[in-house]
T-cell receptor
Framework: EAQVTQNPRYLITVTGKKLTVTCSQNMNHEYMSWYRQDPGLGLRQIYYSMNVEVTDKGDVPEGYKVSRKEKRNFPLILESPSPNQTSLYFC?????????????FGPGTRLTVL | KQEVTQIPAALSVPEGENLVLNCSFTDSAIYNLQWFRQDPGKGLTSLLLIQSSQREQTSGRLNASLDKSSGRSTLYIAASQPGDSATYLCAVSNAGGTSYGKLTFGQGTILTVHP
């Protein structure tokens, strides 16, 4: 089944403890991105990647890192999580790098930073 | 800066009713508009994608229209069912700029269809 998977789905952690949220897609998509969803603010893009080893900042990149060493994986790294990073995170992928391509989203990761 | 607004914020209807969800955007220079469904505890499911050159798309009981020049889209749901209850999100992909592929989302419409 074609899909975008994320792990973990739920995570509770403490301030400053490094964590990684994994994202993987099995559709051979070139484009991948991360969003966070917050009440009243909607979904906002954190980082995106147009292909292997090509990443760039979205609207809210502060406090996050990403890497794209393989086409299928696009992990989101929080080096020193803070409570304001408590949010619902979504990974998305798209067949190409053109902005007219349809995007497919993962199931989400609910992160709580205490 | 693109802004997307969805009206109403919440909608409650009896089963079987036809309904319309509205989405408006401030910058008409878009590549496409995508409607998503979000269920509690689950991800975003793509419902319909309308390219900027298209006027409408249909999938089953869903029909989405796009009027790019006026910055508006509507999602029409025919013969609503309780299983349609979810949050519906509208998102646009902007032409130009450097953030390729970024979607700008509306706040969503929470739909409740009661039996």
């Amino acid at each position: 089944e074609a899909q975008v998977t994320q792990n973990p789905r739920y995570l509770i952690t403490v301030t400053g403890k490094k964590l990684t949220v994994t994202c993987s897609q099995n559709m051979n998509h070139e484009y991948m991105s991360w969003y966070r969803q917050d009440p009243g603010l909607g979904l906002r893009q954190i980082y995106y990647s147009m292909n292997v080893e090509v990443t760039d900042k979205g609207d809210v990149p502060e406090g996050y890192k990403v890497s794209r060493k393989e086409k299928r994986n696009f992990p989101l790294i929080l080096e020193s999580p803070s409570p304001n990073q408590t949010s619902l995170y979504f990974c998305a992928s798209s067949p190409g790098t053109r902005s007219y391509n349809e995007q497919f989203f993962g199931p989400g990761t609910r992160l709580t930073v205490l | 800066k693109q802004e997307v607004t969805q009206i109403p914020a919440a909608l409650s209807v009896p089963e079987g009713e036809n309904l319309v969800l509205n989405c408006s955007f401030t910058d008409s220079a878009i590549y496409n508009l995508q409607w998503f469904r979000q269920d509690p505890g689950k991800g975003l499911t793509s419902l319909l994608l309308i390219q900027s050159s298209q006027r409408e798309q249909t999938s089953g009981r869903l029909n989405a229209s796009l009027d790019k020049s006026s910055g508006r889209s509507t999602l029409y749901i025919a013969a609503s069912q309780p299983g349609d209850s979810a949050t519906y999100l509208c998102a646009v992909s902007n032409a130009g700029g450097t953030s390729y592929g970024k979607l700008t989302f509306g706040q969503g419409t929470i739909l409740t269809v009661h039996p």
